[in-house]
């Protein structure tokens, strides 16, 4: 016979980067970290913000397990938060009962937590919002989870389809989360610039010109690549 698992099994820190690093990434889009990383590190499309007005974030990952229709770990996290961390939750995308509500959102403000990410559901929108704090979810309900555990806080988890590890850096916006391996920060700032000033480039001559096809793709319609059939 299995013993039962502890309530909560948590890792009180981990290594975080340089917050002042995590900063020169506030006001980025998320498409351009994807860019930075072949098109990878968006959580599933379904996690959006739930206050399109409050949706841009950037910050370190404090993930949790919290397992459908239970909050325990995700309370638990708020214990351990610093300044600059977003708190991640894996919640099995359970979409009967909300994982947090206002009251959890306004501690982890006081925290200074930058973002609440939930792989679940949330509630108290009107609580919620007044906050000022980007949270993102699956979707909203009313209804109420428990706190029995088991959960899990400082550990790696998947949530939306993406690994996560402690001290990941994570970035949001109205298109959605996208994660970036702190082993992978210092790539994305290298090119953060040279993304931005290529997007802008290439959107700036799309506008002057009134273009409907870039060269690339005129090049690939004249060449043997492509069969016409009419």
Excluded at 217 to 222: C, D, S, T, W, Y
């Amino acid at each position: 016979m299995l013993k039962d698992p502890p309530l909560l099994t948590i890792r009180r820190d981990f290594p975080r980067p340089d917050l002042a690093r995590v900063d020169k990434l506030v006001g980025a889009q998320t498409g351009h970290m994807t860019d930075a990383m072949y098109g990878r590190g968006g959580l599933d499309a379904a996690i959006k913000p739930v206050d399109p007005k409050v949706a841009a974030f950037a910050g370190i990952a404090l993930p949790c397990e919290s397992f459908a229709d239970d909050n325990l770990a995700i309370v638990a996290a708020l214990a351990f938060a610093k300044p600059g961390d977003v708190l991640i939750a894996a919640s099995d995308g359970f979409a009967r009962t909300a994982v947090v509500g206002d009251n959890v959102t306004l501690m982890a403000k006081h925290a200074g937590v930058r973002a609440i990410v939930v792989d679940g559901m949330v509630r108290d929108l009107d609580g919620i919002e007044p906050v000022g704090l980007p949270v993102f979810a699956r979707g909203i309900t009313p209804n109420s989870c428990v706190k029995n555990g088991p959960g899990k806080v400082g550990l790696p988890i998947v949530a939306g389809g993406v690994r996560i590890e402690p001290g990941d850096v994570v970035i949001g916006d109205r298109d959605g989360v996208v994660v970036i391996p702190q082993g992978q920060l210092d790539h994305i700032l290298a090119h953060l610039e040279e993304i931005r000033r290529m997007e802008a480039e290439v959107q700036g001559r799309i506008k002057r010109e009134k273009l409907v096809t870039l060269d690339s793709m005129r090049a690939l319609l004249a060449s043997d690549k492509v069969t016409y059939v009419d």
